[in-house]
Nanobody
Framework: QVQLVESGGGLVQAGGSLRLSCAGS????????MGWFRQAPGKEREFVAA????????RDADSAKGRFTISRDNAKNTVYLQMNDLKPEEKAVYYC????????????????????WGRGTQVTASS
């Protein structure tokens, strides 16, 4: 059974940075997709960024382009989300997710494609 554990959330001032981590365990395959999603209070969960673990190709939401970077560490089975210039409206619970298929393109942003989810970590940027 795959388990995902997020860490690195917290409270920063608007314009600040955070780096989220998601450590995976229980994986028995090498081809999959890792994604970050977020859910703000009273809103639907939305896509932030994803990475194809095999190829390293990434996809970012328009809101994340230029400020957020997703990356992976194969040896540590960990995916990261570096978030810069955080905005107060980006206050949300950030979730890590894993799909059992190595997706590319628009499929990486489809949360219905993901099979496992972490419990999330809270991110708040104060104004």
């Amino acid at each position: 059974q795959v388990q995902l554990v997020e860490s690195g959330g917290g409270l920063v001032q608007a314009g600040g940075s955070l780096r989220l981590s998601c450590a995976g365990s229980g994986r028995s395959f090498s081809s999959y997709t890792m994604g970050w999603f977020r859910q703000a209070p009273g809103k639907e969960r939305e896509f932030v960024a994803a990475i194809n673990w095999s190829s390293g190709s990434t996809r970012d939401a328009d809101s994340a382009k230029g400020r957020f970077t997703i990356s992976r560490d194969n040896a540590k089975n960990t995916v990261y989300l570096q978030m810069n210039d955080l905005k107060p409206e980006e206050k949300a619970v950030y979730y890590c997710a894993e799909a059992l298929i190595a997706y590319g393109g628009i499929w990486m942003a489809d949360q219905n494609k993901y099979d496992y989810w972490g419990r999330g970590t809270q991110v708040t940027a104060s104004s």
